[in-house]
């Protein structure tokens, strides 16, 4: 880093926005990814000994792959630089290089080059860094919101380690709003400010993780309030304006929570599409976590679908896999198609009816399995007469022949009964045709 770049940074500092001024010099004040860097863990150690490879961080905005980035700039005794992949192109890509290369054969020093949104770059981009992190003379640090399994050049990830980012906790959000709050150097300490309880919730529960957006949330607040008396009163009313945010009841361990799931799941049973998509909206805009809409999805394909559309619930396994891998907002698209589809497929719980009526059976029944349906293959099984009996469908007309699956005290038991609905229609007409 130059002499001018050093006095930006400590421009953006001192003067900057709260959240570049907040951000932890050193890993003792990082904020979250414990699984990443907590004591111990392979990054903290290779931090620590100044004997970082070629990494990829990858996660949502603002859960610190840039500060953590900064950090190592901090502790390191290489050489650290930056490019931005928006705003940079291949020219700039080899004046890093030929620096990296000047350092190294001069000073035998090696470079660190971080590029934030790595996956901006495209195809040619990527190469051109390619020999210099094989043969050691960049150690790359990308940074990216996209799955770099698909974003980022297989040769370039199968040379560097892919750390994943979580979002941030909202216990550890809260812990950042209140250290700025309190700071008298970088943060707001020099100020009598009044954050209402209920206001923090409201920005942290908004921030999606996102501690940059909770900064600035609060930044915004504390601007554009007067004083009153002397102090600047953050209430729930200047949060819902600092994070533009309507504020939505949804406590996550509260009534609303599951009234809003069992409208949710009640109006895509009741074959609604638009009550249902309205709720999956008022999900997502409290910040529902959405493998646990997906997962509700899932359930709802099963239980009130299920054979009447067997595809229903492939769309709903499918809509979560999606959600996996390209995440949010873009995430909401794909789960409002899978509720659309789910609530719009013809139902039939008879499949949830035969789980149900069956395990009832086995609660009350001998579980003990007929001797013509016994393996007979281990040793002295066909001896003792198990499985002699069976008669193997395949080798009867039309693969079908009449015998009992069941224990003797169930042999005349009928779970599944389809009904005359969608695809389950043909499955009844079929086992009346078999069972008649």
Not at 89 to 109: H, P, Q, R, T
Not at 175 to 185: C, L, N
Not at 344 to 357: F, G, T, V
Request: net charge neutral; glycine share 6%.
């Amino acid at each position: 880093m130059n002499i001018f770049e050093m006095q930006y940074e400590n421009t953006i500092k001192n003067r900057g926005p709260l959240a570049e001024r907040m951000r932890p010099k050193g890993l003792d004040s990082f904020v979250g990814q414990e699984h990443i860097v907590g004591k111990g863990k392979i990054l903290n150690r290779a931090i620590e000994a100044d004997k970082l490879s070629s990494a990829i961080f990858y996660g949502p905005p603002g859960t610190g792959k840039t500060t953590l980035a900064r950090i190592i700039a901090e502790n390191t005794n290489n050489n650290f630089t930056t490019l931005n992949a928006v705003t940079s192109g291949i020219k700039d890509i080899k004046e890093k290089i030929s620096y990296a290369v000047d350092e190294l054969s001069i000073y035998n020093k090696r470079t660190i080059l971080f590029i934030d949104e790595i996956h901006r770059f495209n195809k040619a981009q990527q190469d051109a860094l390619l020999p210099y992190v094989e043969n050691g003379t960049i150690i790359l640090i990308g940074a990216t919101t996209e799955n770099p399994y698909f974003e980022v050049n297989p040769a370039l990830i199968s040379r560097s380690l892919v750390f994943e980012f979580q979002k941030i906790t909202g216990k550890d959000i809260k812990k950042v709003v209140r250290k700025a709050i309190q700071d008298k150097d970088l943060g707001y300490g020099n100020k009598n400010i009044e954050l209402d309880e209920d206001a923090l919730n409201h920005i942290v529960e908004n921030s999606n993780g996102d501690v940059r957006k909770a900064l600035s949330a609060l930044e915004l607040g504390v601007e554009t309030t007067k004083e009153d008396n002397g102090k600047i009163k953050i209430d729930i009313d200047v949060a819902v304006e600092s994070i533009q945010r309507k504020k939505i009841e949804y406590d996550k361990n509260g009534d609303s929570h599951y009234d809003t799931i069992s409208a949710f799941i009640k109006s895509m049973r009741g074959s609604d599409p638009d009550a249902a998509i309205y709720w999956l909206a008022k999900m997502i805009k409290a910040g529902e976590d959405p493998k646990f809409i997906a997962r509700r999805i899932i359930i709802c394909a099963s239980e009130d679908v299920g054979n009447a559309d067997p595809r229903a619930l492939e769309v709903a396994v499918n809509a979560f896999k999606a959600v996996e891998i390209i995440g949010f907002p873009e995430g909401q698209i794909t789960l409002a198609q899978a509720v659309a589809y789910v609530a719009c497929a013809p139902k039939s719980n008879a499949s949830c009816m035969a789980i149900s009526k069956a395990m009832e059976a086995v609660e009350k029944n001998s579980l003990e399995v007929p001797a013509h349906l016994k393996d007979s293959h281990y040793g002295g099984a066909e001896k003792l007469g198990r499985g002699t009996s069976y008669k193997y469908p395949h080798d009867y007309d039309k693969f079908y022949v009449k015998q009992s699956y069941l224990p003797e005290t169930l042999k005349n038991a009928s779970f599944y009964e389809p009904k005359e609905s969608g695809y389950e229609s043909k499955i009844k007409k079929f086992l009346e045709y078999l069972r008649g």
